[in-house]
């Protein structure tokens, strides 16, 4: 992490996914100790957390690093403050035909903040992606939210 990131980001973000999205199956990627995922079940979400936590909490979690090669079972796939995997997040929802969320935190190619942002989101419209927006989460530090809708 490059900065001393928001208690409270896990708890937004998940309500900011449920207000947007539907769909009960959610993959969470670099989701660290899995607390995106237990906010998110208790939004009634099944989630999945792929990272490589050996001390993290009971939640449905893949310790492995995630791949454009994970076989998709999700309906939507989100990442906050996913560092190198930030990029795969938005290739793979377009490679699955799946919307996407991240919060970007540092960048994969030494990039600084902003111009980071504005890329990821100039790469999903290039994958393809119709409507592609930035919002703010309402908390301290890397809160913009870059988010893939598929119409
Ligand atoms: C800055 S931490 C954020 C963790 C958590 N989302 C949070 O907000 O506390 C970045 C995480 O990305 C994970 N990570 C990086 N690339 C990954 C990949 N390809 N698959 C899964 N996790 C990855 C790291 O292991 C690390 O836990």
């Excluded at 009634?44 to 893949?62: I, M, S």
Aim: hydrophobic content about 40%.
């Amino acid at each position: 992490m490059c900065y001393v990131a928001d208690k409270r980001r896990f708890d937004l973000f998940a309500r900011f996914l449920v207000k947007r999205f539907d769909g009960p199956r959610v993959f969470d990627v670099a989701g660290g100790m899995g607390k995106l995922n237990e906010a998110l079940t208790k939004h009634g979400r099944r989630v999945t957390t792929f990272d490589k936590r050996h001390k993290r909490l009971p939640v449905h979690y893949q310790e492995r690093l995630f791949t454009l090669a994970e076989p998709c079972h999700a309906d939507l796939v989100v990442g906050m403050h996913p560092d190198g995997a930030t990029r795969i997040i938005v290739e793979y929802a377009a490679r699955h035909a799946i919307p996407f969320a991240v919060v970007p935190c540092c960048s994969d190619n030494s990039m600084s903040y902003k111009p980071w942002v504005r890329h990821l989101g100039e790469l999903a419209r290039a994958l393809g992606f119709p409507r592609v927006e930035e919002h703010d989460l309402p908390m301290e530090g890397r809160a913009r939210v870059v988010v893939g809708f598929l119409e």
